[in-house]
């Protein structure tokens, strides 16, 4: 797993919040956390390709609140989001998966010709390798400003608690 960390201004004056009000500076980290994952999770299966939507189905977003960090992460647990993601190196593929994807992605319908094409797409892949989506990588690059923004509200909301302006 690649860990991922939001750089942004005032980091000083959220570690100083940390230590002198926890709790406030917790709830609103984790707050913070749980809007960004919502928006990554959602935008990262937007750009998730699907035949069958099971790897899209799988993203998932989650976060964990302890006594000293916040952490969001967003996944999944299926080992083929890998080579989506990053792309794969010549292989022969099963044939039976892309036999089912030149049917939900070619509308091919007839078995000798499904698999036929399935047979083609593989050599070709076996030749190639695959090209890889980025769907989690491009969509947080793509993101980062409004993630840092999200962060930034939340910083700006601990300040104000902290001076009762809140």
């Known amino acids: 797993m690649n860990a991922i960390a939001i750089d942004m201004v005032g980091l000083d004056e959220l570690q100083w919040s940390w230590a002198q009000a926890p709790d406030i500076a917790r709830a609103e980290l984790a707050a913070a ?9 959602r935008e990262v299966k937007e750009a998730t390709p ?17 006594a000293t ?10 080992q083929h989001a890998i080579p ?9 593929p099963p044939i039976e998966p892309l036999i089912d ?8 319908t007839g078995d000798k010709e499904a698999k036929g094409v399935a047979f083609a797409i593989a050599r070709t892949i076996a030749s190639r390798g695959t ?10 690059a793509r ?3 409004q993630l840092n923004a999200i962060f930034a509200r939340a910083r700006d909301r601990i300040v104000a608690r902290l001076a009762g302006k809140a």
């Open 50 to 66: 699907t035949a069958h939507g099971l790897l899209r189905g799988s993203i998932f977003g989650v976060e964990e609140v302890s």
């Open 131 to 140: 090209l890889g989506v980025g769907m989690f990588h491009r969509t947080f």
């Open 84 to 92: 989506v993601e990053l792309g794969s190196k010549p292989h022969f």
């Open 33 to 41: 956390m749980t809007e960004a994952d919502s928006l990554l999770e």
């Open 69 to 78: 960090q916040v952490l969001g992460v967003v996944g999944t647990a299926m």
């Open 101 to 108: 994807w030149v049917r939900v992605k070619l509308g091919i």
């Open 143 to 145: 993101l980062q400003p």
